[in-house]
């Protein structure tokens, strides 16, 4: 089983907001979901954005692999992937 660390959507029709989420690669975007990690809210004056820290470092640590838009996320708040 492949793991990944992308955003399942929610929020209304143009104004989105994102869970950021552990899921198995194979199910679809708003799928089931293993945990929750955070959230991304791009419509906010301020981007807002909340990164449970711990259970991301340990999720990478098992092996799973952030979506090219999570690895941005996690790099604009001072999250080093290395």
Known sequence: MSVKIRLKKFG?????????????????????????VGYYRPVEKENQVSLNTVSIRAWLDKGAIPSPTVK???????????
Do not use: H, M, W
């Open 12 to 36: 209304a029709k143009k104004r989105p907001y994102y869970r950021i989420v552990v899921a198995d690669s194979r199910c679809a975007r708003d799928g089931a979901t293993l945990e929750e």
């Open 72 to 82: 941005q996320l996690l790099n604009k708040n001072n999250f080093f992937l290395g």
